[in-house]
Nanobody
Framework: QVDLAESGGGSVRTGGSLGLSCVASGQIFNIATMAWYRQTPGNEREFLARARDDGQTTYAPSVKGRFTITRLGAGHAVYLNMVDLKPEDTGTYYC???????????????WGQGIQVTVST
């Protein structure tokens, strides 16, 4: 079992900045990817950014140039730096990780509990 602990977030005005952290713990052999998604009421969870264990990063067009994702802590943590925030960035942010267990060597996908980000005008 793997736990993803999210922290950061909160409220900020348009144009402000926030950072989100996610730390993975538990039965971990390797974490291939760590990512952030966002969900708003009535909508599906939306992909925002992904960081692979080889250093490659991918961003959704809506956040490219404003959000930066970084793997930390020997690859068991990820940080999302968000600048120039807009009201449409408001939502619940979820950490996601593809984790290979040390006993089965089988990859599984895990999600964090979610953390709120609110951007006001």
């Amino acid at each position: 079992q793997v736990d993803l602990a999210e922290s950061g977030g909160g409220s900020v005005r348009t144009g402000g900045s926030l950072g989100l952290s996610c730390v993975a713990s538990g039965q971990i052999f390797n974490i291939a990817t760590m990512a952030w998604y966002r969900q708003t009421p009535g909508n599906e969870r939306e992909f925002l950014a992904r960081a692979r264990d080889d250093g490659q990063t991918t961003y959704a067009p809506s956040v490219k140039g404003r959000f930066t994702i970084t793997r930390l802590g020997a690859g068991h943590a990820v940080y999302l730096n968000m600048v120039d925030l807009k009201p449409e960035d408001t939502g619940t942010y979820y950490c996601n990780a593809d984790v290979t267990a040390p006993t089965t060597y089988t990859p599984n996908t895990y999600w964090g509990q979610g953390i709120q980000v609110t951007v006001s005008t």
